[in-house]
């Protein structure tokens, strides 16, 4: 693997507390090492190592690394922050991913829940009356009911909401892309912070 890609890849954050906060480049990852501000967690044994530490260990032959004119350096894959306790404000970011994740991936006018393909995102106030794209204006609904409610608001439609739409409650600190999540990350982050797949 070449190092710029290796350099491009996440790395696990946790905070002075051991608290998994975020995810930086590992490119970012090492420049903190550097400075000080952060060491690399062995995950087998939650060692955390300086950069000088580090940059000592063995790289095995087939194993993805960090190559400079004199050293092959493993890539870190969790840091350790030496100076942070802080823990970000959770907050749930409107995007079409969670809505459907708020929704349960049902149709919020009759309760179908038919997959993904016939689901979309309806303006309850349509963008044609003034209507945003916000967490309390958008809601799931069906290709029917969707087709049923046009452009108009449920009340001019004769519709109904099941439930009206809110910012949802569930706040995660830290939301990690499926196919990104490292092995080695599974000991300090719990699977209900990776972002699920949609269901079919």
């Not at 946790?14 to 906060?21: P, T, V």
């Not at 209507?131 to 969707?146: D, F, Q």
């Amino acid at each position: 693997m070449q190092t710029q890609s290796v350099l491009s890849q996440p790395a696990l954050v946790l905070n002075r507390s051991w608290l998994a906060i975020h995810t930086v480049p590992v490119r970012h990852a090492l420049r903190l090492m550097c400075t000080g501000a952060a060491k690399a967690v062995q995950p087998e044994t939650y060692e955390a190592l300086e950069f000088e530490s580090w940059t000592d260990l063995a790289v095995a032959h087939d194993e993805p690394c960090i190559r400079s004119v004199y050293l092959r350096i493993k890539v870190p894959e969790v840091i350790l922050l030496t100076r942070h306790d802080g823990v970000p404000v959770p907050s749930a970011v409107f995007n079409r991913r969670n809505l459907f994740r708020r929704d349960h991936n049902t149709c919020q006018y009759c309760g179908a829940r038919p997959g993904t393909q016939e689901l979309s995102i309806d303006h309850v106030v349509p963008r044609a009356q003034g209507g945003r794209s916000s967490w309390k204006n958008c809601v799931l609904a069906c290709t029917e009911c969707n087709h049923r409610k046009g452009g108009r608001t449920p009340r001019q439609a004769g519709m109904r909401l099941l439930s009206l739409p809110e910012k949802p409650g569930w706040t995660p600190f830290l939301e990690i892309p499926v196919g990104r999540v490292r092995q080695s990350w599974k000991r300090f982050v719990s699977e209900r912070y990776w972002q699920v797949r949609l269901e079919d």
